[in-house]
């Protein structure tokens, strides 16, 4: 039984145009929400993460938002470029736990 | 920092041969995972070593799968005899820390080891 449900599986988006990626989690124990990257032949890259007492993050074109109420969390690719085509994995955590969840993943096609 | 190193990179084996995969960790993490990936599956994990010691194979599919690390930098998984149904992408991952909040202790993956079982 997966503990992270990620949708959705796969997205095609245009160059220059937003991916979302949306994510959502059953644990209130879950405090570390990170995402991975993976390019094919590659194992999965961390590329950023967001703990639940900030509703947004942002790293250059990434942005995770996360709503706690709902129990949400997504990734927000904006200004998608070719070489964004990747599988995304959203993950969760608790505290004093070892084991991530990951989601199921969502393989974003980027068309030039 | 040369990153987790995984080896081989590809493997194909005949049903009933033993397997056997390695990994080398990111030195001075202390925290080890082995995890499978499938299409069907996703990411699941295998065996988590915690300075060296095995603290969960819960996710070890059966009793043909075992994993060692007889130190800090090598850690093994073995599968025998070999199944078709193993046939997946196999990731060795470290961390500094595997029992606090990893929020600055990422988890670190190698490249994987494609094995194919016919």
């Known amino acids: 039984q997966q503990q992270v449900k990620q949708s959705p599986q796969s997205l095609i988006v245009q160059k220059g145009g937003i991916s979302i990626i949306n994510c959502a989690y059953e644990?209130?124990?879950?405090?570390?929400f990170p995402w991975y990257q993976q390019f094919p032949g590659k194992g999965p890259a961390l590329l950023i993460a967001?703990?639940?007492?900030?509703s947004e993050k942002k790293e250059g074109r990434f942005t995770i938002s996360f709503n706690k109420s709902a129990k949400q969390f997504s990734l927000h690719i904006m200004d998608s470029q070719p070489g964004d085509s990747a599988t995304y994995f959203c993950a969760a955590k608790e505290t004093n736990d070892y084991k991530l969840s990951f989601g199921a993943g969502t393989t974003v096609t980027v068309r030039a | 920092d040369a990153g987790v190193i995984q080896s081989p990179r590809h493997e194909v084996t005949e049903m009933g041969q033993e397997v056997t995969l390695r990994c080398k960790p990111i030195s001075g993490h202390n925290s080890l995972f082995w995890y499978r990936q499938t299409m069907m599956r996703g990411l699941e994990l295998l065996i988590y070593?915690?300075?060296?010691?095995?603290?969960?194979d819960s996710g070890m599919p059966e009793d043909r799968f075992s994993a060692k690390m007889p130190n800090a930098s090598f850690s093994t998984l073995k599968i025998q005899p070999s199944e078709p149904r193993d046939s997946a992408v196999y990731f060795c991952?470290?961390?500094?820390?595997?029992?606090?909040?990893?929020?600055?202790?990422?988890?670190?993956f190698g490249n994987g080891t494609r094995l194919t079982v016919t």
């Open positions: 991952a470290s961390s500094l820390q595997g029992h606090t909040s990893s929020y600055n202790s990422p988890l670190h």
């Open positions: 070593f915690n300075n060296n010691v095995p603290i969960d």
């Open positions: 967001i703990r639940p007492d900030v």
């Open positions: 644990n209130t124990a879950f405090d570390y």
